[in-house]
Nanobody
Framework: QVLLVESGGGLVKTGQSLKLSCAAS????????MAWYRQAPGDQRELVAQ???????NYADFVKGRFTISSDNATKMMYLQMDNLQSEDTAVYFC?????????WGRGTQVTVST
C-alpha cells in the first residue's frame, strides 16, 4: 500500500508562484510513475505533469514552460514548482502514483489564483 500526502497549496495572485509537495510512504519501491493531476469544480481530473522513476518527464501543454515537476527517489518526495500562475490554474491538485499493480491518489491540495 502507498500513502500520498500533498501540501503547499494556497491562495496567490496572478503571476505569483507556489511549490507543491507530495510525500510518498509505504510500499514505494515498486512505483513506476508519479504525477500531478488537477481538477477544477465541474471539470474532469486532468494530468498536469508526470515523472517516471528514471526521470522521464511529460507535461500537459497548458503548463509547459511555467511548471516544473521533480522527484527525489531517496526521500520519496515529488514536487511541482508552479510559476506565473493564472486564474485558470485554480483547482485541487492531486498527487498520483502508479505501480505495476496499483494506482494511488492523495486527497489533494487546493490552489486558488485570484486576479
Amino acid at each position: 500500500q502507498v500513502l500520498l500526502v500533498e501540501s503547499g497549496g494556497g491562495l496567490v495572485k496572478t503571476g505569483q508562484s507556489l511549490k507543491l509537495s507530495c510525500a510518498a510512504s509505504g510500499t514505494t519501491f515498486g512505483l513506476k510513475t508519479m504525477a500531478w493531476y488537477r481538477q477544477a469544480p465541474g471539470d474532469q481530473r486532468e494530468l498536469v505533469a508526470q515523472i517516471t522513476k528514471a526521470g522521464v518527464i511529460n507535461y500537459a501543454d497548458f503548463v509547459k514552460g511555467r511548471f516544473t515537476i521533480s522527484s527525489d527517489n531517496a526521500t520519496k518526495m515529488m514536487y511541482l514548482q508552479m510559476d506565473n500562475l493564472q486564474s485558470e490554474d485554480t483547482a485541487v491538485y492531486f498527487c498520483n502514483a502508479r505501480s505495476g499493480d496499483g494506482i494511488y491518489w492523495g486527497r489533494g491540495t487546493q490552489v486558488t489564483v485570484s486576479t
